[in-house]
């Protein structure tokens, strides 16, 4: 049975920072590339960040860049994501995913995990 859990989530100030985890079970996690995902209510899941299987590569979103960085240790089949200078617009849940494919795109993931919910105040 497979299951991407995500932590980490919560309420923060706009300027500051968390840290977001995802740890996976049941899949062989080195081979999957693994992605962060977002949505608002009402609005499509869209790509945040990605990152291959060995960890060498990572792509980003637009709104992502500069602020956001993936990153993954496969010896603890963990893939996190490090947010800084947070702003009231990334106020989205946020969704691991893995999948084969690299670089990731919303049709890629064969696998989601349930969501945390990322809330930035002004």
């Known amino acids: 049975q497979v299951q991407l859990v995500e932590s980490g989530g919560g309420l923060v100030q706009a300027g500051g920072s968390l840290r977001l985890s995802c740890s996976a079970s049941g899949i062989i996690f080195w081979q999957n590339a693994m992605g962060w995902y977002r949505q608002a209510p009402g609005k499509q899941r869209e790509l945040v960040a990605s990152?291959?299987?060995?960890?060498?590569?990572?792509n980003d979103a637009d709104s992502a860049k500069g602020r956001f960085t993936i990153s993954r240790d496969n010896a603890k089949n963990t893939v996190y994501l490090q947010m800084n200078s947070l702003r009231p617009e990334d106020t989205d849940v946020y969704y691991c995913a893995a999948g084969p494919l690299y670089p990731m795109s919303l049709s890629t993931p064969r696998y989601w995990g349930q969501g945390t919910q990322v809330t930035v105040s002004s």
């Open positions: 990152i291959s299987g060995g960890g060498e590569s990572t």
